[in-house]
T-cell receptor, first 113, second 116 residues
């Protein structure tokens, strides 16, 4: 299995632009998580899905952030409009309840200038 | 609410020294899982170990060992005879799975530097 795949690995964008981060979970996993990592706040859970349905989005910082999971093999995290304070590494992870282990993608390093 | 505290922000040791990374957690749940992840300089998060709340047996894997004590809500990680390749940020995490929720909460991490 190729593991959790995120794209792009790096993204540099100008303030105000729309940014879309992508994630392909491990086949067969029914949970998908989006995390944000910053020096100040560490690893924060933004949102997670179960069977493609958003379960808890209380970690999404504000309305500029949105996440979708149109099918079991794909999810997006969108920021519109982006701001410099959104600069961080965004991780996607997938899991299945039976394994109780989350497998992480390699992350997307986002820089908003 | 769940919380994971890693009080050590940064630790430096000389190669071949033993080092223990502390992790203290808070949860009101009786069923939960504890994890350690390693984040090397390349940035990915690498799973190291998982323990469930009903299994307090300590575990050893090569130079790594873990001490889980429910009485003190701690899940400490020891590296024996540290090596330069152990330099990384190590995260402790707590998973609660139940009542329609499934959440993995991370500590702030401990940055370990192993000096040759």
């Amino acid at each position: 299995d190729a593991g959790v795949i995120q794209s792009p690995r790096h993204e540099v964008t100008e303030m105000g632009q729309e940014v879309t981060l992508r994630c392909k979970p491990i086949s067969g996993h029914d949970y998908l998580f989006w995390y944000r990592q910053t020096m100040m706040r560490g690893l924060e859970l933004l949102i997670y899905f179960n069977n493609n349905v958003p379960i808890d989005d209380s970690g999404m910082p504000e309305d500029r952030f949105s996440a979708k999971m149109p099918n079991a093999s794909f999810s997006t995290l969108k920021i519109q409009p982006s701001e410099p304070r959104d600069s961080a590494v965004y991780f996607c992870a997938s899991s299945s309840r039976g394994s109780t282990e989350a497998f992480f993608g390699q992350g997307t390093r986002l820089t908003v200038v | 609410a769940q919380k994971v505290t890693q009080a050590q922000t940064e630790i430096s040791v000389v190669e071949k020294e033993d080092v223990t990374l502390d992790c203290v957690y808070e949860t009101r749940d009786t069923t939960y899982y504890l994890f350690w992840y390693k984040q090397p300089p390349s940035g990915e998060l690498v799973f190291l170990i998982r323990r469930n709340s009903f299994d307090e047996q300590n575990e050893i894997s090569g130079r790594y060992s873990w001490n889980f004590q429910k009485s003190t809500s701690s899940f400490n990680f020891t590296i024996t005879a540290s090596q330069v390749v152990d330099s990384a940020v190590y995260f402790c995490a707590l998973l609660f799975s139940g009542a329609g929720s499934y959440q993995l909460t991370f500590g702030k991490g401990t940055k370990l530097s192993v000096i040759p």
